[in-house]
């Protein structure tokens, strides 16, 4: 904790972070996240090195975020920083379909019952600073500036982003992130997810390729009792992964486990078995990847937004995203989620 960011609030006249902000709505008209961009203290050449470095990182650290998204089942957002709930509606089925031989047949009178859920749109940040003495001396040698800092602090917002759509979104002490009584599941602590006891020796220490793949197959079985035929992606830790590697059968040279789990077949595709390294070590999840099931709200993928300090010897950087699992189950509490423990 450092007492520079203690000694103002954004609500102090003193505030460089309100300075900032009124320098937005004076110069720009509005408040938003490239009017706030448009206030970097450094030059275009030196803007575009940090922009540089946060492309580079890219999704490192993002498995179970760049699957979902490259699914495309992402819910966009417009304007994120005015949104701090997304809403939606469940809706019970009524009625069916009738057969008629006239189209002017009036059909059912239906009226079905609802019920809203919400989930909040909170912010993933991290931000470190340079010293004007830093910049001005890397300046003036000509040598590029350090983008190390950048890159990690991408990196620890990649990782909060991945460990939020895994485990859900929580505060520093561990607690569930509550917002308005709502709060951010993800996969493995889905409201109404299905559950299946695994082996653990089976799937770690001592690999046992039939009992992996019958109690996938029983993870899918529950998931079609649910209605939900996939395509699946079984998500396992790197413990886990490591061992799907082994021999399927005692013969040599045979297909790996994960390959024999690849080659189960369901909802039009093969399944997909994908190392995510911030799963527990002894969970997977079977997970249908479509939008009804999990979504990444999506309202700002990381950018970095500069500032300096109030004396202007201090270079500040927030590198801040503001996207959102949404993991979510029908009227009738049927998931696409199974988690193996």
């Given at each position: 904790?450092?007492?520079?960011?203690?000694?103002?609030?954004?609500?102090?006249?003193?505030?460089?972070?309100?300075?900032?902000?009124?320098?937005?709505?004076?110069?720009?008209?509005?408040?938003?996240?490239?009017?706030?961009?448009?206030?970097?203290?450094?030059?275009?050449?030196?803007?575009?090195?940090?922009?540089?470095?946060?492309?580079?990182?890219?999704?490192?650290?993002?498995?179970?975020?760049?699957?979902?998204?490259?699914?495309?089942?992402?819910?966009?957002?417009?304007?994120?920083?005015?949104?701090?709930?997304?809403?939606?509606?469940?809706?019970?089925?009524?009625?069916?379909?009738?057969?008629?031989?006239?189209?002017?047949?009036?059909?059912?009178?239906?009226?079905?019952?609802?019920?809203?859920?919400?989930v909040p749109i909170y912010l993933t940040t991290d931000d470190f600073s340079i010293g004007i003495r830093t910049l001005k001396m890397s300046q003036r040698v000509g040598t590029p500036l350090d983008t190390t800092l950048i890159k990690q602090a991408v990196r620890?917002?990649?990782?909060?982003?991945?460990?939020?759509?895994?485990?859900?979104?929580?505060?520093?002490?561990?607690?569930?992130?509550?917002?308005?009584?709502?709060?951010?599941?993800?996969?493995?602590?889905?409201?109404?997810?299905?559950?299946?006891?695994?082996?653990?020796?089976?799937w770690t220490t001592a690999p046992v390729g039939t009992t992996v793949v019958t109690e996938t197959l029983a993870m899918i079985d529950k998931l079609q009792a649910d209605k939900k035929y996939g395509p699946y992606t079984l998500y396992v830790g790197t413990a886990?992964?490591?061992?799907?590697?082994?021999?399927?059968?005692?013969?040599?040279?045979?297909?790996?486990?994960?390959?024999?789990?690849?080659?189960?077949?369901?909802?039009?595709?093969?399944?997909?078995?994908?190392?995510?390294?911030?799963?527990?070590?002894?969970?997977?999840?079977?997970?249908?990847?479509?939008?009804?099931?999990?979504?990444?709200?999506?309202?700002?993928?990381?950018?970095?937004?500069?500032?300096?300090?109030?004396?202007?010897?201090?270079?500040?950087?927030?590198?801040?995203?503001?996207?959102?699992?949404?993991?979510?189950?029908?009227?009738?509490?049927?998931?696409?989620?199974?988690?193996?423990?």
């Amino acid at each position: 904790m450092r007492f520079d960011n203690m000694r103002f609030t954004a609500s102090s006249s003193r505030s460089p972070v309100q300075a900032a902000l009124l320098r937005s709505l004076e110069q720009s008209g509005e408040l938003s996240i490239p009017a706030l961009r448009a206030l970097s203290p450094l030059t275009d050449k030196a803007q575009v090195l940090v922009d540089k470095a946060v492309v580079e990182v890219g999704l490192e650290r993002l498995t179970v975020v760049a699957d979902v998204m490259a699914a495309g089942n992402v819910f966009p957002l417009t304007d994120p920083l005015s949104v701090t709930q997304v809403e939606w509606e469940t809706i019970s089925k009524v009625g069916g379909a009738q057969r008629t031989m006239a189209p002017s047949a009036r059909g059912e009178n239906q009226q079905p019952a609802r019920t809203i859920h919400r989930v909040p749109i909170y912010l993933t940040t991290d931000d470190f600073s340079i010293g004007i003495r830093t910049l001005k001396m890397s300046q003036r040698v000509g040598t590029p500036l350090d983008t190390t800092l950048i890159k990690q602090a991408v990196r620890r917002v990649n990782e909060g982003l991945e460990d939020a759509m895994i485990n859900g979104a929580t505060t520093l002490d561990g607690q569930a992130l509550v917002d308005g009584g709502y709060n951010a599941p993800g996969i493995l602590n889905a409201p109404n997810a299905n559950t299946q006891n695994i082996t653990d020796a089976a799937w770690t220490t001592a690999p046992v390729g039939t009992t992996v793949v019958t109690e996938t197959l029983a993870m899918i079985d529950k998931l079609q009792a649910d209605k939900k035929y996939g395509p699946y992606t079984l998500y396992v830790g790197t413990a886990i992964a490591n061992a799907l590697q082994s021999d399927f059968s005692t013969l040599k040279g045979d297909q790996t486990i994960q390959q024999r789990l690849e080659m189960i077949q369901a909802g039009g595709s093969n399944l997909k078995v994908r190392s995510a390294d911030l799963m527990p070590a002894v969970t997977v999840a079977l997970v249908q990847m479509t939008s009804d099931v999990v979504e990444v709200i999506n309202g700002q993928p990381p950018i970095v937004i500069p500032w300096t300090s109030l004396d202007g010897f201090t270079l500040y950087w927030l590198v801040m995203a503001i996207m959102v699992p949404r993991v979510r189950s029908d009227y009738d509490g049927n998931s696409g989620i199974c988690v193996g423990t």
